[in-house]
């Protein structure tokens, strides 16, 4: 058995990444019971997106011949990294995994929540001293779900997109985690 299915979980920021990134290399043994696996090694979890966005040809052969070893059926690529590539890498990305069926997952914050929590996170870190106002003027288009939707779907096609509101509320049993393995399992098993 080799890799056919790709779950390509594309960030975005302050959604839980690194949380289900964490249980995805903290839950591999479990995962792998299912036929599900990710590429874990010392790029992990951002290998591919920064090579794709560097055109780093030799990680890409890496990555690729990862891919035709790993034995799993299903396997999960998650960065949020994704979420800052262009059309023409997002093509890339497509070419790149053409020999795989692939769904890309997206968790949503609704936009104020998303710029406030966002803000408060790079004053607190001192990477911005502008005021909130001018923040939201420089970094508005980060928050413009609707062409990072459109990029990804148009390469993709939106039957393989699975958009998922990030709000405690929405997630299955009120947690991201579960919510995201349940996702897993589902997109899984219907492939």
Not at 26 to 50: C, E, F, M, Y
Not at 116 to 129: A, P, R
Request: include cysteine.
């Amino acid at each position: 058995m080799t890799v056919k299915n790709i779950v390509l979980h594309i960030g975005l920021s302050k959604t839980g990444t690194s949380s289900i990134q964490n249980y995805i290399r903290d839950s591999l043994a479990q995962l792998r019971t299912l036929g599900v696996s990710a590429l874990i090694d010392n790029d992990w979890p951002h290998g591919l997106a920064k090579a794709i966005n560097a055109s780093d040809e030799a990680f890409k052969d890496k990555f690729k011949e990862s891919l035709k070893s790993e034995e799993s059926e299903n396997l999960i690529i998650s960065s949020e990294y994704f979420e800052f590539m262009d059309e023409a890498k997002v093509r890339a990305v497509k070419s790149f995994l053409c020999d795989y069926q692939v769904t890309v997952v997206v968790y949503l914050k609704r936009q104020d929540k998303a710029i406030i929590s966002m803000y408060n996170e790079e004053v607190k870190k001192g990477i911005t001293l502008l005021d909130f106002r001018e923040y939201c003027r420089q970094n508005w288009r980060r928050f413009d779900y609707c062409s990072l939707l459109q990029k990804w779907s148009t390469a993709f096609g939106v039957e393989n997109m699975v958009v998922r509101p990030f709000d405690v509320n929405s997630f299955y049993n009120e947690d991201l985690l579960q919510d995201f393995f349940v996702l897993l399992v589902l997109i899984s098993s219907q492939k």
